[in-house]
């Protein structure tokens, strides 16, 4: 709205009201029903001396400041509405009304306030400043709530960023897809080929060791493309509010065979009641199953892994805990901590840098393409969670993975 | 039955090894020729690839299971797939496909899926 269009109206009102008898109604408008008019108004209007002391407000700004209209009336604008700016208390000369009354004709900028209930409101404020014949300057000062706009645009910003995001992955998604889809079918010919050559071959021993051995290739082949596939994680993350305990215990049991096979012994160590994380189950439990079957083949027999669940408050600053927006921690927050030890030969530490580097494997050809810890450590980032490697002092390995507690922290 | 399979050399190396397990084999290289030749002949069993050019390999499962004539509806679907077994196992449910095979998969796997319906 044209605050000086109104204040002129109002202006020329007066003048003629001084000039007619009382009651007179020149073009139908009169000084009440502007006044009416003016506190049907949704934006928020006061009118004050050049003390800054509030001589006029209309019902939407007595609403506002939550007073009523008698208290409102003689007191100090700033008094009743003392404004912020980026977080910050807005300085006394800075305010719009003293702004005007100090000289400016107009102003119009945004600030935010805090309800004498409350709540902290985004207020789009603008004024004038009038000069009238005998009452020195007046303010006229509105104010515009656009809290609900301030969000809504947020959010909607909010939303881009998710949508740019969906669509990079899934151009990425797409482009791996694509190309598994392009590699995986000329290994299906291979694969048929290669099965009718080896039924239908003269079985001398060493065709059929060559056709073994391109068998094999095909298999390895195959498992590359698998496991980029999960690198690229095509699929979105489902998350859902989970309980540690069972997802541990889920993953350990697809394992089961292979601890039988080694003769490893598991210990757990689950603590009890542990708050409830927001996870992938599907992604978690192949974090977990890679965990797992690295322990496991890091040794040759027997040996044991342990499982160990609990919660606790981080209080020291470190790799992933600080107080910076960047950490993923901040000190004082409440973390659910999952730890797999294992009684194998420990990592080199020439090694340490590059474990989680794609590709990077110290196992037989048949055991490892190289691609677990790098999947798994992508799938950890996206639950914004941590997972550290450490060689424990007495041999073996520590691997510890900590989730944000849901509720705690946001 | 009938093979549905963008991928000549693919197409007939299948079509030369379930002959040879006497089957009687015909092949359709996209979603059209493939509902078309489905409706028509009603064969025994499908092998249908997941990816495939225009109509997509989860589209046209769903278009033999909700055909209005009920021989087509219920012919059984293996599909051939080259995602993640987890991905497909969800496909399947949601396409009404009796079951997968991932690529590449080897004769012997694929003959148990197949004498699974047929």
Same mark, same amino acid.
């Given at each position: 709205?044209?605050?000086?269009?109104? $204040?002129?109206?109002?202006?020329?009102?007066?003048?003629?009201?001084? $000039?007619?008898?009382?009651?007179?109604?020149?073009?139908?408008?009169?000084?009440?029903?502007?006044?009416?008019?003016?506190?049907?108004?949704?934006?928020?209007?006061?009118?004050?001396?050049?003390? &800054?002391?509030?001589?006029?407000?209309?019902?939407?700004?007595?609403?506002?400041?939550?007073?009523?209209?008698?208290?409102?009336?003689?007191?100090?604008?700033?008094?009743?509405?003392?404004?912020?700016?980026?977080?910050?208390?807005?300085?006394?000369?800075?305010?719009?009304?003293?702004?005007?009354?100090?000289? /400016?004709?107009?102003?119009?900028?945004?600030?935010?306030?805090? +309800?004498?209930?409350?709540?902290?409101?985004?207020?789009? @404020?603008? &004024?004038?400043?009038?000069?009238?014949?005998?009452?020195?300057?007046?303010?006229?000062?509105?104010?515009?709530?656009?809290?609900?706009? +301030?969000?809504?645009?947020?959010?909607?910003?909010?939303?881009?960023?998710?949508?740019?995001?969906?669509?990079?992955?899934?151009?990425?998604?797409?482009?791996?897809? &694509?190309?598994?889809?392009?590699?995986?079918?000329?290994?299906?010919?291979?694969?048929?080929?290669?099965?009718?050559?080896?039924?239908?071959?003269?079985?001398?021993?060493?065709?059929?060791?060559?056709?073994?051995?391109?068998?094999?290739?095909?298999?390895?082949?195959?498992?590359?493309? +698998? %496991?980029?596939?999960?690198?690229?994680?095509?699929?979105?993350? /489902?998350?859902?509010?989970?309980?540690?305990?069972?997802? @541990?215990?889920?993953?350990?049991?697809?394992?089961?065979?292979?601890?039988?096979?080694?003769?490893?012994?598991? @210990?757990?160590?689950?603590?009890?009641?542990?708050?409830?994380?927001?996870?992938?189950?599907?992604?978690?439990?192949?974090?977990?199953?890679?965990?797992?079957?690295?322990?496991?083949?890091?040794?040759?027999?027997?040996?044991?892994?342990?499982?160990?669940?609990?919660?606790?408050?981080?209080?020291?600053? %470190?790799?992933?805990?600080?107080?910076?927006?960047?950490?993923?921690?901040?000190?004082?927050?409440?973390?659910?901590?999952?730890?797999?030890?294992?009684?194998?030969? %420990?990592?080199?530490?020439?090694?340490?840098?590059?474990?989680?580097?794609?590709?990077?494997?110290?196992?037989?050809?048949?055991?490892?393409?190289?691609?677990?810890?790098?999947?798994?450590?992508?799938?950890?980032?996206?639950?914004?969670?941590?997972?550290?490697?450490?060689?424990?002092? /007495? %041999?073996?390995?520590?691997?510890?993975?900590?989730?944000?507690?849901?509720?705690?922290?946001? | 039955?009938?093979?549905?399979?963008?991928?000549?050399?693919?197409?007939?190396?299948?079509?030369?090894?379930?002959?040879?397990?006497?089957?009687?084999?015909?092949?359709?290289?996209?979603?059209?020729?493939?509902?078309?030749?489905?409706?028509?002949?009603?064969?025994?069993?499908?092998?249908?690839?997941?990816?495939?050019?225009?109509?997509? &390999?989860?589209?046209?499962?769903?278009?033999?299971?909700?055909?209005?004539?009920?021989?087509?509806?219920?012919?059984?679907?293996?599909?051939?797939?080259?995602?993640?077994?987890?991905?497909?196992?969800?496909?399947?449910?949601?396409?009404?496909?009796?079951?997968?095979?991932?690529?590449?998969?080897?004769?012997?796997?694929?003959?148990?899926?197949?004498?699974?319906?047929?």
């Amino acid at each position: 709205m044209d605050l000086k269009k109104f $204040v002129g109206h109002l202006n020329e009102e007066r003048a003629a009201m001084r $000039v007619g008898k009382e009651g007179i109604e020149p073009n139908g408008l009169s000084l009440e029903n502007m006044k009416g008019a003016l506190s049907s108004l949704v934006e928020s209007i006061v009118w004050t001396d050049q003390e &800054g002391k509030i001589q006029w407000s209309n019902d939407p700004f007595d609403c506002l400041v939550e007073q009523k209209h008698k208290k409102v009336l003689g007191s100090k604008l700033i008094d009743l509405m003392p404004l912020m700016q980026n977080g910050h208390k807005l300085p006394s000369r800075l305010y719009p009304v003293n702004l005007l009354l100090d000289g /400016e004709h107009q102003v119009r900028e945004l600030y935010q306030w805090q +309800k004498p209930s409350g709540k902290l409101l985004d207020l789009e @404020v603008s &004024g004038v400043q009038m000069d009238w014949n005998r009452s020195g300057k007046n303010a006229f000062v509105s104010f515009h709530d656009i809290t609900e706009q +301030k969000h809504t645009e947020e959010e909607l910003r909010e939303a881009q960023l998710q949508l740019i995001q969906a669509v990079k992955m899934e151009s990425v998604g797409g482009l791996a897809a &694509g190309i598994a889809h392009e590699v995986k079918n000329p290994l299906a010919v291979l694969q048929m080929g290669v099965d009718y050559l080896a039924n239908s071959a003269n079985g001398t021993g060493e065709i059929q060791a060559v056709l073994r051995d391109m068998k094999q290739a095909i298999v390895r082949a195959d498992n590359v493309i +698998k %496991g980029l596939l999960d690198f690229s994680v095509s699929r979105k993350l /489902e998350f859902v509010l989970s309980d540690l305990n069972p997802l @541990v215990n889920r993953s350990l049991n697809l394992v089961k065979h292979e601890l039988h096979k080694k003769q490893m012994t598991v @210990v757990t160590d689950l603590a009890e009641d542990l708050p409830k994380i927001c996870v992938d189950r599907n992604k978690m439990e192949q974090v977990f199953v890679n965990l797992y079957m690295n322990a496991i083949q890091a040794v040759l027999k027997g040996g044991t892994m342990r499982v160990k669940t609990y919660q606790k408050r981080l209080v020291k600053i %470190g790799k992933v805990v600080g107080r910076r927006k960047t950490d993923i921690f901040k000190v004082g927050e409440k973390v659910v901590v999952a730890e797999i030890e294992d009684t194998g030969v %420990g990592i080199p530490e020439a090694n340490m840098d590059r474990i989680f580097d794609p590709f990077f494997t110290t196992k037989p050809l048949e055991q490892g393409t190289g691609l677990g810890l790098a999947v798994t450590e992508k799938i950890v980032q996206m639950h914004k969670a941590s997972i550290d490697i450490e060689n424990k002092p /007495e %041999g073996g390995v520590r691997v510890t993975l900590m989730f944000k507690v849901k509720g705690e922290n946001g | 039955m009938l093979i549905v399979e963008d991928d000549d050399a693919i197409a007939r190396l299948l079509s030369m090894f379930l002959r040879e397990q006497k089957f009687e084999v015909s092949v359709a290289q996209d979603g059209e020729a493939a509902l078309q030749e489905a409706k028509s002949t009603t064969p025994d069993l499908i092998i249908l690839d997941l990816i495939l050019p225009s109509l997509s &390999g989860e589209e046209i499962c769903k278009a033999i299971r909700e055909d209005d004539d009920e021989e087509v509806a219920r012919i059984p679907i293996v599909v051939l797939t080259a995602k993640s077994a987890d991905v497909d196992r969800i496909v399947c449910k949601v396409t009404g496909a009796n079951s997968y095979v991932t690529k590449p998969f080897d004769r012997q796997g694929l003959l148990e899926e197949i004498r699974k319906w047929i």
